[in-house]
């Protein structure tokens, strides 16, 4: 991760990205979608992976306090739900961040720094995707949408936006 100045003097982050080519319409501006694995993370307990709140400190509380509680009933059902959450392996699943834009693209060093950050490790492997020609610029993109980055709905309005003008 690092970070760019844009002409207005605002601070845009950015992750830098080594490409092997480099389209001749992969501009600054152009709106891109990426995917990757992200961080592996290990075996993770349910309060680190789903965010359970753990049990008080006191009344009667001994060695307890990151399970996760009851898993289930009792007779009926007999069983545990699917999906249940519980502690397991955490990380290492694809990922998808929407929504992103390149910012600067450097032709003779092959790399192209994205807004925003980007999933998995340093030096992973990304699949970037792009609608060639589509450009969008910083002044084109309405305040309530650069609030909410990446939202599908963002993107559509931004694409009727353009038609209209």
Same mark, same amino acid.
Do not use: C, W
């Given at each position: ?102 910012? !600067?693209?450097? @032709? +003779?060093?092959? &790399?192209?720094?994205?807004?925003? *950050?980007? %999933? /998995?490790?340093?030096? $992973? ?8 020609? !589509?450009?969008? @610029? +910083?002044?084109? &993109?309405?305040?309530?949408?650069? *609030?909410? %980055? /990446?939202?599908?709905? $963002? ?11």
């Amino acid at each position: 991760m690092g970070q760019v100045f844009s002409p207005d003097g605002r601070v845009v982050p950015v992750t830098a990205v080594s490409l092997t080519e480099i389209p001749a319409d992969f501009t600054p501006g152009t709106p891109v979608r990426v995917v990757g694995t992200s961080k592996g993370k290990g075996f993770a307990g349910v309060m680190k992976r789903h965010g359970f709140a753990g049990m008080p400190a006191t009344h009667g509380r001994s060695t307890k306090g990151r399970a996760p509680g009851s898993i289930g009933g009792t007779t009926t059902p007999g069983r545990v739900y699917r999906g249940k959450r519980m502690a397991g392996r955490m990380g290492g699943e694809q990922v998808t961040v929407p929504g992103l834009s390149v910012v !600067e693209v450097d @032709t +003779e060093k092959k &790399i192209a720094r994205i807004s925003g *950050a980007l %999933p /998995g490790p340093r030096l $992973s492997n990304l699949t970037i995707f792009y609608e060639p020609g !589509e450009t969008v @610029t +910083e002044s084109e &993109i309405p305040p309530a949408e650069k *609030a909410a %980055p /990446g939202t599908e709905s $963002s993107k559509e309005e931004v694409k009727e936006e353009e038609k209209k003008q």
